[in-house]
């Protein structure tokens, strides 16, 4: 299958700093990323979606201002959770959809945990 | 926008029995209807797919069925085994959006 890779895979940060978390789709290209904030025990919750070449599109209570996207390449795009608070803390995951040929099929990074102290 | 709903939120069967989970939609536009298991801390991985011009489709132990009048979608895991322990989710999307709408997650637990 497609290959997804998210760097770093854990960061332990102090509160009101930054956090840039990357993330790479390494055998295919990808215009389109989507980053997922899952806490214990819940759901993916779609954040936004990353948009190569464009402004990325962010969920109805996400502020853009804190999760700042950027999707330099067809190959990766980052996320940065600027002036971190403890309950940032979370398991951030990105996604990018791989073309075939009955259609899009999407694959997962293995995620970053956040954790703010 | 789009709603999924996903039922049991916890299940346990015994080791060799099968497992059903199950999800609806809302929005009639999906046309794409994923699962994910995901274990402990590590990323969702797709287990199986169905679009909508079909109504089922079988992986060895693992089969998905469709119906797309009623709106709604089943994981069935057949000779279940300790390592089929995870937690699974549905997710539904409009293949031209892309984006997922994930269900609530099913934990499911195999006891030996």
């Known amino acids: 299958g497609a290959v997804v890779s998210q760097h770093p895979s854990w960061v332990i940060c102090k509160s009101g700093t930054s956090v840039k978390i990357e993330c790479r789709s390494l055998d295919f290209q990808a215009t389109t990323m989507f980053w997922y904030r899952q806490f214990p025990k819940q759901s993916l919750m779609l954040m936004a979606t990353s948009n190569e070449g464009s402004k990325a599109t962010y969920e109805q209570g996400v502020e853009k201002d804190k999760f700042l996207i950027n999707h330099a390449s067809l190959t990766l795009s980052t996320l940065t959770v600027t002036s971190a608070h403890p309950e940032d803390s979370s398991f951030y995951i990105c996604?990018?959809?791989?073309?075939?040929?009955?259609?899009?099929?999407?694959?997962f990074g293995p995620g970053t945990r956040l954790t703010v102290l | 926008g789009e709603n999924v709903e996903q039922h049991p939120s916890t299940l346990s069967v015994q080791e060799g029995d099968s497992a059903v989970i199950k999800c609806t939609y809302s929005?009639?536009?999906?046309?794409?209807f994923p699962w994910y298991k995901q274990e402990l801390g590590k990323r969702p991985q797709l287990i199986i797919d169905?679009?909508?011009?079909?109504g089922e489709k079988k992986d060895q132990r693992i089969a998905v069925t469709l119906n797309k009048t009623a709106k709604h979608f089943s994981l069935h895991i057949t000779e279940t085994q300790p390592e089929d322990s995870a937690v699974y989710f549905c997710?539904?999307?409009?293949?031209?959006?892309?984006?997922?709408?994930f269900g609530t997650g099913t934990r499911l637990t195999i006891i030996p």
């Open positions: 929005d009639s536009a999906s046309n794409y």
């Open positions: 997710a539904a999307t409009n293949f031209g959006n892309e984006k997922l709408t």
């Open positions: 996604s990018a959809p791989k073309p075939g040929l009955t259609g899009d099929t999407q694959y």
């Open positions: 169905i679009r909508s011009n079909v």
